[in-house]
Structure formats: C-alpha cells, structure tokens
C-alpha cells in the first residue's frame, strides 16, 4: 500500500504567478482534500473532491481551483499568486463509502514560497 | 462560525511524565475528533480519533477522552519519550461535510 504523495516538494514563484500543484491518494482512496498551512498554523481547510468534482469549500478565493482525474489523484491550482499564498499546501485522502466519512491521511506537503 | 480552540500552544514535560493537550469544539454537530501529530518538514500523522457515540480510546500510551457536553476534548500522552516532541493538532469534523477543523496546535517538548 502505497500512501500520499504530493509534488513538488519545494516551490518558489513570483507575485502574478500561477502554480500547480499535485497529489496522489492513497491506495484505495477515492476521495482528496486540500489544505493550506501557514508558519506556526493549523491547516485551513481549501476544498474537497469526490469522483472529480468539487464536494465542498472552505473561506478560499476562486482563484484557488482544483481537479481530480479518474485514478483519484487530484491537483490546486492557485492563479494571480499573493504574498499571503506562501504556506505549506498539504493533500488529505481518504475513502468515502455509503456516506461515512473515514479518516484522512495526510501526504508531505508542497512548501509553496511566494516573492 | 465553526471553530476549534487548542491549549497550551507549547508544552514541556520531563521524560516519563504525562502530557495533557486540550481542545474546545464551537460545532455541536461535530461527531469525529481525530488527533495529528506532525514533525518537522512533514505532513501531519494520525495517531488517535475518536467520534461521538464514546467517550475514550485508548492505544497504548495515547489516549483520547470526549465530553459531548461540554464539547471537550483532550489528548493524554503517558510516559512520555523524547521521540513524541512534535507539534499536535486536534480536529473536528461532522461527517455531513468531510472538511476537518483545525485547533492552532500544540508544541510538545520531551526534555531527557
């Protein structure tokens, strides 16, 4: 089994950029949720997506967009990037099944840095 | 709004001792509390959850207790080892939504 996994690891973008980041779920998860981290934080909830369309989103702008493919990965997309986007970005998956939500398993992260 | 409450924000015991991590749901509707240990450059790890219909598990050293009326709930680490110096977040979640809610966290220190 294999778990989570995000790319890339580090990231440095300018203001006015825009990013993508990326994740795969865990072996046998069909459902991916996205977090920001800031320095010293708990992580903020962005979205979540269940069979490739969005299931439910947090205080984050439209420029904060995501997608996931048929084999349940998943990636953010983050436009116009702001100092304020500099975070760890962290991929959650986990199984939905009739209902019941089960537990997220957390990958590494993506250490976004924005100049 | 939805909102969880952490205490203390840093917390330093002496090995072998016993740590207690606080947390404080403003959801009644709440109905699952996992608890996230989360090192240095990495993601959080789950090491307890519990939902609402009990009110402790235990897991070894780790233990989670729930007070629905209060809308408590608190994370005990006993014997505690330098290896468990991380920082610890609680969360809470209602299933009808699937996001959790994150406490601030917790910085746990394990003196040797």
């Known amino acids: 089994e294999t778990g989570v996994t995000q790319s890339p690891t580090h990231l440095i973008k300018t203001r006015g950029q825009q990013v993508t980041l990326r994740c795969s779920s865990q072996?046998?998860?069909?459902?991916v949720s996205w977090y920001q981290q800031a320095l010293g934080q708990g992580p903020q909830f962005i979205f979540q997506y269940y069979r490739e369309e969005e299931n439910g989103r947090g205080n984050f702008p439209p420029r904060f967009s995501g997608l996931q493919f048929p084999n349940y990965s998943s990636e953010l997309n983050v436009n116009a990037l702001e100092l304020d986007d500099s975070a760890l970005y962290l991929c959650?998956?986990?199984?939905?099944?009739?209902?019941?939500?089960?537990?997220?398993?957390f990958g590494p992260g993506t250490r976004l840095t924005v100049l | 709004g939805e909102n969880v409450e952490q205490h203390p924000s840093t917390l330093s015991v002496q090995e072998g001792d016993s740590a207690v991590i606080k947390c404080t749901y403003s959801d009644s509707a709440s109905n699952y509390f996992p608890w996230y240990k989360q090192e240095l450059g990495k993601g959080p790890q789950l090491i307890i959850d519990i939902r609402s219909n009990v009110g402790e598990k235990k897991d070894q050293r780790i233990a989670v207790t729930l007070n629905k009326t209060a809308k408590h709930f608190s994370l005990h680490i006993t014997e505690t080892q330098p290896e468990d110096s991380a920082v610890y977040f609680c969360?809470?979640?209602?299933?009808?939504?699937?996001?959790?809610?994150f406490g601030t966290g917790t910085r746990l220190k394990v003196l040797a």
């Open positions: 969360a809470a979640s209602y299933s009808g939504t699937y996001k959790y809610i």
């Open positions: 959650a998956s986990s199984l939905r099944l009739a209902g019941i939500d089960n537990e997220q398993f």
């Open positions: 072996s046998g998860h069909n459902t």
